[in-house]
């Protein structure tokens, strides 16, 4: 069983960074691939960026692609987004996650198996 505890997130102006941490316990993580989702009030959650695990791939929704960087730290069983150039549309709760049996990205909610408690960030002025 593997543990997610997410922190980090809160109150940022619009084009401002945050960066969210996800910290994992339990069996090893180091062989699972890593995502962050986010939910928007009255809509569904959504794909935001996923990496392999080793970093060596990495793969994000184009609204967010060249302004989050996700990345990972194996050694210290830590997984993080780096969110720059806020929009309020990027106003959501968080949620890191990892998958179990497959070695391969997804965009797929559903394809993972283990999630954090989610995190709230809210971009406004």
């Known amino acids: 069983q593997v543990q997610l505890v997410q922190s980090g997130g809160g109150l940022v102006q619009p084009g401002g960074s945050l960066r969210l941490a996800c910290a994992a316990s339990?069996?090893?993580?180091?062989?699972?691939?890593m995502g962050w989702f986010r939910q928007a009030p009255g809509k569904e959650r959504e794909f935001v960026a996923a990496i392999s695990w080793n970093g060596g791939t990495t793969d994000y929704d184009a609204s967010v692609k060249g302004r989050f960087t996700i990345s990972r730290d194996n050694a210290k069983n830590m997984g993080y987004l780096q969110m720059n150039s806020l929009k309020p549309e990027d106003t959501a709760i968080y949620y890191c996650?990892?998958?179990?049996?497959?070695?391969?990205?997804?965009?797929?909610?559903?394809?993972?198996?283990?999630w954090g408690q989610g995190t709230q960030v809210t971009v406004s002025s």
């Open positions: 996650a990892l998958r179990r049996l497959s070695s391969l990205l997804s965009r797929y909610a559903d394809d993972y198996d283990y």
């Open positions: 339990g069996r090893t993580f180091t062989i699972n691939p």
